[in-house]
């Protein structure tokens, strides 16, 4: 079933769904969706609805709401990843996969290593190119939320995130964190069943200075290692997240309401 975004505002008493925007072309147009089809409709805070096309017009599509429920495929823990800015366009790599794996935010950020530089129009431009790219994903995969891609951070405004924010953990993947492997360090966690935000932090292709991970040490942050084998920073992500999404049973399946 085809699945659309909208904001809550665009929920209407609980009983109608206004759809705008780009949208509004790509179902009367290009899918040639017609009035009584279905459609699933996301308000981008974890509630799905079932809805019936209504009136379609050039501007705007009105739907009847069928049933509502919470959004299957929203994990329960929110995963933030700062990921060290990539050359080329790994970074649209990076989060397509993360959204399609549960991600909830990504963070860029520049750090001593990191070789692409933005000037601030550049970098405006990349951020709405990234939140294209995550909505993208998150319809592909069913998502009920839209990852939030943060703006590019200078690694002092990182670091002091870290000194404000709190999170249930945060860890680091480390080539030299060979005695504490990530799935480890999440068996040896007490109380993870009640842990709600965590985050970790993913170098550049350089990798992190050893300034830089003694800094996130005594901040708190936990090094680890993902394996053996050097990973790629666009794969490195990826394993991360899957082993926390595994352990915290986030990869069981769930209900389909559709």
């Not at 085809?2 to 008493?13: L, M, W």
């Not at 050039?58 to 929203?74: A, G, H, L, Q, R």
């Not at 999170?167 to 040896?188: C, G, H, M, T």
Request: proline letters at 3%.
């Amino acid at each position: 079933m085809y699945r659309f975004f909208v904001e809550p505002k665009n929920i209407i008493d609980g009983e109608k769904v206004l759809i705008v925007g780009s949208d509004v072309q790509h179902i009367t147009r290009s899918l040639r969706l017609k009035s009584e089809d279905q459609v699933t409709i996301c308000d981008g805070q974890g509630i799905d609805y079932l809805v019936k096309l209504e009136e379609l017009s050039s501007d705007e599509v009105t739907c009847e709401i069928i049933n509502s429920y919470p959004s299957y495929s929203e994990p329960k823990i929110q995963v933030t990843l700062f990921q060290g800015l990539p050359k080329s366009d790994k970074m649209d790599l990076i989060i397509q996969k993360s959204t399609e794996l549960g991600i909830h935010q990504i963070i860029p950020i520049e750090t001593s290593r990191t070789i692409v530089k933005f000037n601030e129009k550049k970098a405006n431009n990349r951020i709405i190119r990234w939140q294209k790219i995550a909505e993208s994903a998150a319809k592909q995969s069913n998502r009920g939320k839209i990852p939030q891609i943060g703006n590019i951070l200078r690694w002092k405004e990182f670091i002091n995130i870290l000194k404000e924010e709190k999170y249930d953990l945060i860890f680091v993947p480390w080539e030299n964190a060979e005695d504490k492997s990530l799935r480890k360090l999440l068996r040896q966690v007490d109380g993870k069943k009640t842990f709600h935000k965590i985050a970790y932090f993913i170098g550049p292709e350089g990798g992190i200075s050893d300034e830089e991970i003694e800094t996130l040490i005594a901040l708190g942050v936990k090094p680890v290692t993902l394996g053996s084998r050097i990973l790629r920073t666009e794969t490195a992500g990826f394993v991360a997240l899957t082993v926390l999404m595994y352990e915290f049973l986030e990869m069981e399946g769930g209900d389909r309401h559709e």
